[in-house]
């Protein structure tokens, strides 16, 4: 069988080489029960990139990247490298990748399933069935607009400055994205900013909107300001379907949905580029947690979040659309079993660790593909 989908992993400190072990074996598993085949080439980012080459992601992975179709990451960091100058530090190895790469649009599920509504932070019946897109203009805005810094007035103080900067094909792009993951989804987009009191709001709204008026007529589109998406997140959430804001509104709005879902550990995310003139388009997936340095080497990190953003990986990068939802569907009825790790630990369920709930994942796509 031709190895023709070509992965670069990364599962960089901590928990993250420990959860993407997990990976490997459904990898694995889909090598020999699916008629597919991986290419698979690991590299050292984060501060396995610092002590193996001195740089927490270095030409050779940037250069990986490239090549690859997608990119599966882990996470990076820990108390080893904290003392390092900001600039040197594992998390940069992240950033560099996203720049490199042109990825601008960060899209984080909101998923509750089921056997965990009761772990959310609101009352179960407001989050059963929840399943909400997040979309965040991830390359521009506020995190990177000129000027920037901090500098003394004339009357000697201290001033901080940050710009929120968008053009126009900015915001289409992002936008774009949000809209052809509505039109496979329920076909509404709640695109949020602040119109009524920043410049780049309004343009943010107009631009939205023609964008949907000139190519997905077809889309609901319903703008909101983003404070109000806030409010209306923490206290009726399922109005949502598709979520599109700036890097700053998406990542505020992001965490909160986030904490909507229960657990850190279920949570994966995706990154993607622009569509190249030969059809290809950089991605990169990621759970959105951490390393976890408090429990890391242990055994006891879930895997889960690791599992379901190769899933992501494979309905994105690869259209595999049908694997995917059988991953997915792997991991919820694992977790209705009662098996649970450490983090999403209920009264009544049984407490595993990490290779246990990965060879549970792989005992229930064993059995729904026989
Ligand atoms: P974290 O997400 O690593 O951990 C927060 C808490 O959640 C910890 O108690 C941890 O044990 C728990 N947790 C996280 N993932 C878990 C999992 N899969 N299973 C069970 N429990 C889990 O966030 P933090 O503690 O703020 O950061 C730790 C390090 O990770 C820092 O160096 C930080 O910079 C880095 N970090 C990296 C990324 C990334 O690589 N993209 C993202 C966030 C934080």
Request: with cysteine; aromatic share 6%; hydrophobic share 45%.
């Amino acid at each position: 069988m031709p190895a023709n989908k070509k992965l670069l992993v990364l599962p960089g400190d901590g928990i993250g080489p420990e959860v993407m072990g997990e990976v490997r074996r459904v990898m694995d598993w889909m090598q020999v029960r699916r008629a597919v085949s991986f290419d698979v080439q690991e590299g050292l980012v984060g501060g396995a990139g610092i002590d193996a080459d001195g740089t927490p992601c270095s030409d050779a992975t940037v250069a990986a990247a490239r090549q690859a179709d997608a990119v599966l990451f882990g996470s990076v960091g820990g108390p080893k490298w904290d003392k390092l100058p900001f600039e040197q530090r594992p998390e940069l190895g992240i950033l560099r990748l996203r720049k490199e790469l042109g990825l601008f649009a960060n899209l984080r599920p909101a998923l509750v399933l089921e056997p965990l509504a009761e772990a959310s932070s609101l009352r179960a019946d407001l989050v059963r069935g929840l399943d909400i897109m997040i979309v965040r203009e991830s390359t521009g805005g506020i995190y990177f607009g000129e000027p920037r810094g901090i500098s003394m007035n004339a009357a000697g103080k201290r001033v901080g400055i940050d710009t929120e900067v968008y053009t126009e094909d900015e915001i289409a792009r992002v936008a774009r994205v949000a809209f052809d993951l509505a039109r496979n989804r329920r076909n509404k987009v709640t695109s949020v900013e602040k119109a009524n009191v920043m410049q780049s709001g309004r343009l943010w709204r107009a631009v939205v909107g023609e964008v949907r008026a000139a190519e997905y007529p077809d889309v609901e589109l319903e703008n909101m300001y983003a404070d109000n998406c806030a409010m209306q997140l923490a206290s009726r959430p399922k109005q949502f379907d598709v979520i599109l804001g700036s890097n700053l509104f998406g990542d505020l709005l992001s965490d909160l949905a986030a904490a909507l879902t229960g657990s850190l550990g279920m949570l994966p995310s995706a990154t993607l580029g622009a569509v190249g003139s030969d059809g290809r388009r950089h991605a990169l997936y990621e759970p959105i947690h951490g390393s976890a340095p408090d429990i890391a080497g242990r055994g006891i990190a879930n895997p889960c979040a690791q599992i379901l953003s190769f899933a992501m990986l494979l309905r994105y990068s690869f259209g595999m659309v049908e694997d995917a939802a059988a991953i997915e569907g792997a991991v919820e009825r694992v977790l209705a079993s009662g098996l649970r790790t450490a983090d999403i630990m209920q009264p009544g369920r049984a407490r595993v660790g990490t290779a246990v709930m990965g060879e549970a994942v792989l005992r229930e796509l064993e059995k729904h593909a026989s």
